[in-house]
């Protein structure tokens, strides 16, 4: 069945989500890998995020939309999506892991489908159902995150060539990677902000004294 894998790119991650333990390896196989479709679904990600906060029925919605701030929703979903890439990347190429940072992205993208064709009709359904019909809601919300963790673990195993405990460990220490990569951003962040201060303080005083 295998080698009559040519399907177009986009096809790829529904493959694999109905697929999740040999979809990777076919995919692996084929060198399907295709970054455009990947990068899709993490703006996806991003969309669907938004529309979670600002769209869910009023009766599921515990967001204060009034006040609506989109650089948190950026950072929890483009900033973390890419740190996950970088962290597992920087981790596996220390533990002959096989992946390249494209490989791992696009699989990691391809995960991510179930989480968020489950997110979409959670948000649909909250418009609608009632408060003691939440069952449903919780149902879906826990189906798509357990689908996707399961993608992501066979991913990870797949492009990387682990075991089952090696990628569970890998995607352990990705975690605490991710932690440490991005501590090291806000200290960059941080300094950075003071050094402009700094600087402008410095210009105006000099823009002062020119004035005089």
């Known amino acids: ?27 692996r196989w084929k060198k399907a890998y295709n970054m455009k479709v990947a990068l899709v679904i993490v703006f996806c990600f991003f969309i669907v995020t938004v529309c979670q906060t600002v769209m869910t029925g009023f009766l599921y919605n515990n967001n204060y939309v ?14 973390m999506f890419f740190t996950w890439v970088v962290g597992n990347w920087s981790l596996c190429t220390l533990f002959d892991g096989e992946g390249k940072m494209k490989e791992i992205c696009v699989v990691s993208a391809y995960a991510l489908v179930p989480y968020l064709i489950t997110q979409v009709v959670v948000i649909l359904a909250s418009n609608v159902l009632l408060r003691n019909e939440s069952a449903f809601i919780v149902f879906m919300q826990y189906f798509g995150i357990v689908w996707s963790v399961v993608l992501m673990i066979s991913a990870i195993k797949t492009v990387h060539q682990y075991t089952v405990p090696k990628t569970i460990a890998a995607i352990v220490f990705t975690v605490f990677a991710m932690v440490i990569i991005l501590f090291i951003l806000v200290l960059l962040m941080s300094l950075f902000q003071q050094v402009y201060v700094f600087g402008y303080s410095i210009y105006t005083e000099l823009m002062y004294r020119f004035s005089m």
């Open 1 to 27: 069945m295998r080698f009559d894998l040519d399907m177009p790119a986009w096809k790829w991650p529904f493959y694999v989500a109905r697929h999740p333990f040999e979809g990777f390896e076919d995919l």
């Open 66 to 79: 009034k006040i609506f701030n989109i650089v948190p929703l950026f950072t929890s979903t483009i900033i």
